[in-house]
């Protein structure tokens, strides 16, 4: 089945410092979301996505929708320890309401 | 956006039994799903909880297994039949206000059989 592969698995960064990661996938899809999941909670939007090439800001966050439709990016910029999770991307089959998840990055920032 | 209460929040269930997870929603949403998350795993979609009528399983899940009601457009639930510990998962609803919208989640229901 589809499946959207995330890079990194896992980041371990000094508080301060800037964050990449990206999401791929060998399909197409329509919207592109990011979240991020703390211990024992559910999964938080952080960003959404709707147009190829959009760039779309929320605070320290950026994420871009790929020009292809078949990536995504998520950077933070200036890491604090509260950034600490895992992230996960989120792409929407065509023509359903449906999303996949990616793989997930766990992130850790050291102070 | 849509807060979703879902309880339990955590269960320890004896294998063969069934556990049954509740999902509200604060308000009325277009759709509801129920995913699944295994230990340091990704999410999973189990079904697409339909108001008024069956759900809509995706591979691998099937309704003898996790029955789904949603019997409005605020509530739903979710029972894992007859468990075993492979079925120690977080199951997570979430729900979709509308088309521009992401996914809300609830917070969870972490369940571990023994």
């Known amino acids: 089945g589809q499946q959207l592969n995330q890079s990194p698995q896992s980041m371990f960064i000094q508080e301060g410092e800037d964050v990449s990661m990206n999401c791929t996938s060998s399909?197409?899809?329509?919207?592109w979301l990011w979240y991020k999941q703390d211990p024992g909670e559910g999964p938080v939007l952080l960003i959404a996505?709707?147009?190829?090439?959009e760039l779309t800001s929320n605070g320290r966050l950026t994420a871009q929708f790929g020009i292809t439709r078949k990536d995504s990016f998520l950077n933070i910029s200036a890491s604090i320890p509260s950034d600490v999770g895992i992230y996960f991307c989120?792409?929407?089959?065509?023509?359903?309401?449906?999303?996949?998840f990616g793989t997930g990055t766990r992130l850790k920032v050291l102070a | 956006s849509a807060v979703i209460s879902q309880k339990p929040s955590r269960d320890i269930c004896q294998r063969g039994t069934s556990l049954t997870i509740q999902c509200q929603v604060d308000?009325?949403?277009?759709?509801m799903f129920w995913y699944r998350q295994q230990p340091g795993q990704s999410l999973t979609l189990i079904a697409t909880a339909n108001q008024g009528s069956e759900a809509t399983y995706e591979s691998g899940f099937v309704i003898d297994k996790f029955p789904i009601s949603r019997p409005n457009l605020t509530f739903s639930t979710l029972t894992v039949s007859n468990m075993s510990p492979e079925d120690s998962s977080i199951y997570l609803c979430?729900?979709?206000?509308?088309?521009?919208?992401?996914?809300?989640f609830g917070s969870g229901t972490r369940l571990t059989v023994v």
């Open positions: 308000s009325q949403v277009t759709m």
């Open positions: 979430s729900a979709l206000q509308g088309t521009n919208y992401g996914y809300t």
């Open positions: 399909s197409i899809f329509n919207t």
């Open positions: 996505l709707y147009k190829a090439g």
């Open positions: 989120a792409g929407q089959l065509s023509g359903t309401y449906k999303y996949i």
